[in-house]
């Protein structure tokens, strides 16, 4: 399968400072890439959806201004946690859209399919 | 929109045996339905997926099961190995309709030696 990386892995850092996460579709193009948040023993909740060229489109509830999603390449997102604090501590990951038209049940079918990141531990002090 | 459930929530099993994992959607336009099994502190990884033109897909231990009538699909897995404890995720999705998946809650296997 294709391959998405993220950095850093980890990172730790103090309370109002911003850290910045990034997400790169290796061996394809992604016009869209996605980022989720995941606590402890939870499913992936989804904060955004990241287009190349064009504002995130965020999920209710997640700040648009805390979390600054840019996706300047096809092959680049990158997530900002401004001014964090001790409660954005969490489990940040990422995910990259591998779209081929086509069509869907026929001959010549097309895939749309998403590959994660290794995730971003983030842990504010 | 769509609301995607999933049970059980844990399954522990012993090695050897099968293990199903059951997940509902609530809307009828979702057509692709991915598997993702996450291994702790890792990232979720395909292991198996569906389209709504077909029933049932097997690579090699694992199958899926599609039933879009009751708009439910499973997940199977056969001769559980130790190495096949981890957390797996159902989803849903429509083709070329922006790729968001839903995913289902999650249910946590443990494989028993």
């Known amino acids: 399968g294709a391959v998405v990386s993220q950095h850093p892995s980890w990172v730790i850092c103090k309370s109002g400072t911003s850290v910045k996460i990034e997400c790169r579709s290796l061996?394809?193009?992604?016009?869209?890439m996605f980022w989720y948040r995941q606590f402890p023993k939870q499913s992936l909740m989804l904060m955004a959806t990241?287009?190349?060229?064009?504002?995130?489109?965020?999920e209710q509830g997640v700040e648009k201004d805390k979390f600054l999603i840019n996706h300047a390449s096809l092959t680049l997102s990158t997530l900002t946690v401004t001014s964090a604090h001790p409660e954005d501590s969490s489990f940040y990951i990422c995910?990259?859209?591998?779209?081929?038209?086509?069509?869907?049940?026929?001959?010549?079918?097309?895939?749309?399919?998403?590959?994660f990141g290794p995730g971003t531990r983030l842990t504010v002090l | 929109g769509e609301n995607v459930e999933q049970h059980p929530s844990t399954l522990s099993v012993q090695e050897g045996d099968s293990a199903v994992i059951k997940c509902t959607y609530s809307?009828?336009?979702?057509?692709?339905f991915p598997w993702y099994k996450q291994e702790l502190g890792k990232r979720p990884q395909l292991i198996i997926d569906?389209?709504?033109?077909?029933g049932e897909k097997k690579d090699q231990r694992i199958a899926v099961t599609l039933n879009k009538t009751a708009k439910h699909f499973s997940l199977h897995i056969t001769e559980t190995q130790p190495e096949d404890s981890a957390v797996y995720f159902c989803?849903?999705?429509?083709?070329?309709?922006?790729?968001?998946?839903?995913f289902g809650q999650g249910t946590e296997l443990s494989v028993k030696p």
């Open positions: 990241s287009n190349e060229g064009s504002k995130a489109t965020y």
């Open positions: 995910s990259a859209r591998d779209f081929v038209a086509g069509g869907w049940l026929g001959q010549r079918m097309g895939t749309d399919t998403q590959y």
């Open positions: 989803a849903a999705t429509r083709y070329n309709q922006g790729g968001k998946l839903i």
């Open positions: 569906i389209r709504s033109n077909v």
């Open positions: 809307d009828s336009a979702s057509n692709y």
């Open positions: 061996d394809f193009q992604a016009t869209t």
